[in-house]
Structures are given as C-alpha cells and as structure tokens.
C-alpha cells in the first residue's frame, strides 16, 4: 500500500489566488513528521514546511500552511496568493518513528501551474 | 559554503556499462540518501546510510550499488544489472541532531545527476 497519496497529478490556480494541493499518508506509527518539498523545473528539492504528529497546531511558513487533519490522515498544503513563481511540481512526504535518520516515503507529486 | 554535491550533473552510458554517482556533503551531517525519480512515480528511495560502514536497502536497490567508507561521502554506482537505469537521481543527507531551525528528518538535497543509457 502506497504510504503517501497524492492524487491531483495536476493544478492549476490563477495568479494571486490561493490552491490546495491533497495528500494522504497511511501509517499505524503514533510518532511521524509530514514534509512538503518543492521541486522547480530546475530539478532542486526545496524544504517546504513541517509538521510533526504531536503539534497541534497546523504549520505555517509564510505563504505555505499545512492543513493537519490527524482523523483523516490528512495533510493538505495550501498556498495562499499565489506567486508566478510557484508554478513547480510539489511532493508530500512522510518520516514514520521518531528517528530523525528515518527514510522519507514521498508522494507521486502534483504539478502546479500558476497562470497570470 | 555548506552543502551536498553531485556529480556529474548529466552522464551518458551504453547499455552493459557500470556508472558511479558521486555524492558529497560538508554538513557533517550523519545520514546520506538516494532516491530515483521518474516521471509520474515519485521519489523513491534506493539505498541510505545512517553510519559509516553502513547502509541499507530501499525500495529499489536491485542492479544498484553504494559504500560509505566516509562520513562525507555516499557514492552510488548504476551496475549493468539494472534493467532501466535512465533516470534523475537525487542524493539527500540529514543530522542525527537537526539545528534548532530544523525540522526533525528533513533532507537536504543535491542538484542531482541525470543519467541516460543510449
């Protein structure tokens, strides 16, 4: 069974408006991180946010929030006033334990486009 | 400055060849990873390593190699007993211990090497 699930291939959102991107993780661990990475045409991995399994509160880095839904297992990314430069593929991520030398299990990814 | 090199950033192979994928990092970081990309599949991971003269198999070590002799260094080779070696390949590191501005388990990443098998 697929540990991460992202199941918008692609979006796309207007510019200055905000866009939810899914994603559901699958695992029977009490302790475990989220990651949301971006990955520009360039091919670089870029840290997003972070959200661990005991925050209570969502995460939020600037423009970039994470919707933690615990229950559902969920942990959606939203970016709010989109920027042209925002247009990358964006993959969720999932470190299961409590190791910070644990392996990410990443998502397939969805392809955000921002158009003007 | 500190950071994680790969190299070459393209390589070109024949079919039957073996390649290496150098990967390096002066982060003094104690985890080293690689991860394959294609299009449509995500990231997955192919070998790790949490220690030196340590590692492990990921989801798709078949017809792939590493060592970790160095702490700094994560060295991946493409052996011809991979049946479809073109891809993107990404190498990643973390620290036992995150900085207090890191998140616990994030991954730095490199460039990444492109390879492709004509």
């Known amino acids: 069974a697929q540990k991460i699930t992202q199941t918008q291939p692609g979006m796309f959102v207007q510019e200055k408006e905000a866009v939810t991107l899914d994603c559901t993780y699958d695992t029977s661990d009490q302790s475990y991180g989220l990651f949301w990475y971006k990955q520009p045409s360039s091919g670089e991995m870029i840290f997003l946010i972070y959200?661990?399994?005991?925050?209570?509160q969502n995460a939020t880095e600037g423009r970039y929030s994470l919707n933690f839904q615990k229950a559902r297992k969920s942990a959606n990314l939203v970016i709010s006033a989109s920027q042209l430069g925002d247009s990358a593929m964006y993959f969720c991520a999932m470190r299961e334990g409590s190791s910070t030398l644990g392996r990410l299990y990443f998502g397939r990814g969805t392809q955000l486009t921002v158009w003007p | 400055d500190g950071g994680i090199t790969q190299s070459p950033k393209y390589l070109f192979r024949k079919e039957g060849q073996n390649v290496t994928l150098s990967c390096e990092q002066n982060l003094n970081h104690d985890a080293m990873y690689w991860y394959r990309q294609d299009p449509g599949q995500g990231l997955r991971l192919i070998y790790y390593s949490q220690i030196v003269n340590d590692f492990q198999k990921g989801d798709i070590a078949e017809g792939y190699s590493v060592s970790r002799e160095k702490k700094e260094s994560f060295p991946l080779t493409v052996t011809s007993a991979q049946k479809n070696p073109t891809a993107f390949y990404l190498c990643a590191s973390t620290p036992l211990i995150p900085a207090p501005f890191l998140a616990p388990g994030e991954l730095f990443f490199g460039e990444g090497s492109r390879l492709t098998v004509l």
């Open positions: 959200q661990g399994s005991y925050d209570e």
